[in-house]
């Protein structure tokens, strides 16, 4: 049995007329996550049992051939091949890894996926690995059950591959695993083995 935790983490360097709403939230989330993970470390005690091998496939959850397209959410700017999220003020690519990005087609090719290692030897001097933290600030939670939504803004984000909907974190829990996130169902992260291979998207600090 493979054991999730849902996680979350303050949002940082929000705007100022923003300040106090993400106080709210950072403070009632954080007491979901503080839950979440005490029940997996519990669960984990009670079995004796470390996640296995084999992580959830998201090809093999009940989908529809096309997800539904959203309307771009007004925290995040448009810049070609970059999205700048107004709260968090990080600035993500738009395409995930083995993608390029076109004004008129959005994002082509396929997505590749990568070993955790391989997934953080990816980043340079500008762009990295998000942290698990701020894949979570992507993760739109109102789309929880709706499995015919991405969980995430499918207009600043387009064209994820609906089976490579896991993405690595840079957060690595210890030598044998790693945290990644997979985009379907309300956003669920979960440790998962390293050597296994996943979608990346990097993200960079605001210059």
Not at 24 to 53: D, F, I, R, S
Not at 126 to 137: D, I, S, Y
Not at 159 to 179: G, I, T, V
Request: with cysteine; proline share 5%.
């Amino acid at each position: 049995m493979l054991c999730l935790a849902f996680f979350y983490a303050p949002l940082a360097s929000a705007q100022e007329n923003n300040s106090g709403v993400a106080m709210k939230m950072t403070e009632h989330l954080n007491q979901l996550v503080e839950q979440g993970v005490n029940t997996m470390h519990q669960m984990l005690q009670k079995t004796n049992t470390t996640p296995p091998a084999t992580p959830p496939d998201a090809s093999a959850r009940p989908m529809p051939t096309k997800l539904k397209m959203d309307k771009i959410n007004s925290r995040f700017v448009e810049k070609q091949d970059e999205i700048v999220d107004r709260i968090t003020h990080l600035v993500w690519s738009r395409c995930s890894l083995g993608q390029l990005w076109d004004q008129n087609r959005g994002c082509v090719g396929k997505v590749r996926q990568y070993t955790y290692d391989q997934a953080l030897s990816r980043g340079n001097q500008q762009w990295r690995l998000p942290t698990r933290a701020e894949l979570a600030t992507l993760i739109d939670r109102t789309k929880k059950n709706q499995p015919e939504l991405l969980a995430t803004d499918s207009v600043a984000f387009p064209d994820m591959e609906r089976d490579k909907l896991l993405y690595w974190s840079s957060d690595e829990e210890n030598n044998s695993f790693a945290w990644a996130v997979m985009f379907i169902d309300g956003g669920v992260p979960g440790i998962l083995y390293r050597s296994h291979r996943y979608a990346v998207r990097l993200v960079r600090n605001a210059s």
